[in-house]
Nanobody
Framework: QVLLVESGGGLVQPGESLRLSCTAP????????MAWYRQAPGKQRELVAK???????YYDGSVTGRFTIPRDNSKKTLYRHMNELKPEDTAVYYC?????????WGRGTQVTVSS
């Protein structure tokens, strides 16, 4: 059962922006760290950014200054604002949360950056 639902994504040109969102049930979203991972073709899934329930964030160096991940606790929604997209940002992006000690993932959404 997939509990996290992502939306957004698509095909954009280098330098453009894109918005993703991820909704989760209360048991996963509240009081938990939420994160975005990505997996490029032929590569392992990697952590890109995460945010605590109080808004403390971490960003991988490859996206610092370009990506932000605000969360709306009232809507149980995690966002991903991606600016100045590069071809190397092309990947399937996954939303991640925890239910107790269980890892929970969305199905993933494709982001392709190409001219």
């Amino acid at each position: 059962q997939v509990l996290l639902v992502e939306s957004g994504g698509g095909l954009v040109q280098p330098g453009e922006s894109l918005r993703l969102s991820c909704t989760a049930p209360e048991e996963i979203f509240s009081r938990n760290v939420m994160a975005w991972y990505r997996q490029a073709p032929g590569k392992q899934r990697e952590l890109v950014a995460k945010i605590s329930s109080t808004g403390i964030t971490y960003y991988d160096g490859s996206v610092t200054g370009r990506f932000t991940i605000p969360r709306d606790n009232s809507k149980k929604t995690l966002y991903r604002h991606m600016n100045e997209l590069k071809p190397e940002d092309t990947a399937v992006y996954y939303c991640h949360g925890l239910r107790g000690m269980q890892d929970c993932w969305g199905r993933g959404t494709q982001v392709t950056v190409s001219s």
